[in-house]
């Protein structure tokens, strides 16, 4: 896993769907980096008129126009690398993204789970379906298996014994919007270190008052 080095980190948000995630970054105030490019694979996501709305380039790559899986994900691959991104978050992005992707630039997922439980594309539905009494977030590092690389933070959300996914779903979604700004954060500011599948989080510097 590549470290973010640059100064003040170029960030590229992957997105498929409504990006209530990229939202709640572009409104998290200073990251200590900058959103440069929203992707998504998907013309219809709502969530680039989010972007457009807050004047970040877009990049539509749609799976349908490309051969096989290898030419989308080049095709993908340069249109990312034009942004000279030095981080990717994948906010809702619903494509599974090979080496070419992942080996190239530290990339951040969220994950509607605690992982290691409930991986994949409907993971409140599965926690309702098992019967689970805690379920939440987790931010992860992307390596080359679905949501599987090492785990930079998790927050647990109860899941209530009236709930329905939509109403799971929500809860793990209002928690997403304050842990996947707050990780992009502290990897912006150098404080994220990776051993394996390790992750070390350096707590931030606390605000010293000037004496009077
Ligand atoms: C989020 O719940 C995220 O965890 C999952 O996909 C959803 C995307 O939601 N990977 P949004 O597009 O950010 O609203």
């Given at each position: 896993?590549s470290a973010v080095t640059a100064s003040r980190p170029r960030i590229a948000v992957l997105?498929?769907?409504?990006?209530?995630?990229l939202?709640a970054l572009l409104d998290a105030g200073d990251l200590g980096g900058d959103v440069v490019l929203v992707?998504?694979?998907?013309?219809?996501?709502?969530?680039?008129?989010?972007?457009?709305?807050a004047?970040v380039e877009?990049?539509?790559?749609?799976?349908?126009?490309?051969?096989?899986?290898?030419?989308?994900?080049?095709?993908?691959?340069?249109?990312i690398?034009?942004a000279a991104p030095d981080l990717l978050v994948?906010a809702?992005?619903?494509?599974?993204?090979?080496?070419?992707?992942?080996?190239?630039w530290p990339t951040v997922?969220?994950?509607?789970?605690?992982?290691?439980?409930?991986?994949?594309?409907?993971?409140?539905?599965?926690?309702?379906?098992?019967?689970?009494?805690?379920?939440?977030?987790?931010v992860?590092?992307?390596?080359?298996?679905?949501?599987?690389?090492?785990?930079i933070?998790?927050?647990?959300?109860?899941?209530?014994?009236?709930?329905?996914?939509?109403?799971?779903?929500?809860?793990?979604?209002?928690?997403?919007?304050?842990?996947l700004p707050a990780v992009v954060r502290d990897i912006c500011a150098g404080r994220v270190?990776?051993?394996?599948?390790?992750?070390?989080?350096?707590?931030a510097?606390?605000?010293?008052?000037?004496?009077?």
């Open positions: 896993m997105i498929s769907g409504s990006g209530s995630n939202q992707a998504s694979d998907n013309p219809d996501a709502g969530g680039l008129a989010r972007a457009s709305s004047g877009t990049a539509v790559v749609p799976f349908r126009d490309y051969a096989d899986r290898a030419a989308w994900e080049r095709a993908l691959v340069e249109r690398a034009e994948l809702g992005f619903m494509k599974i993204l090979t080496g070419a992707v992942v080996g190239r997922n969220v994950h509607p789970s605690l992982l290691p439980a409930f991986a994949g594309a409907h993971a409140p539905a599965d926690a309702l379906a098992w019967g689970v009494k805690l379920s939440g977030v987790t992860h590092y992307v390596d080359e298996q679905v949501d599987h690389g090492p785990i933070a998790q927050e647990a959300v109860a899941v209530e014994p009236d709930d329905t996914e939509a109403t799971l779903h929500a809860r793990i979604q209002a928690v997403e919007h304050r842990l270190s990776v051993r394996g599948r390790h992750v070390h989080v350096s707590p510097p606390t605000q010293t008052q000037e004496a009077p």
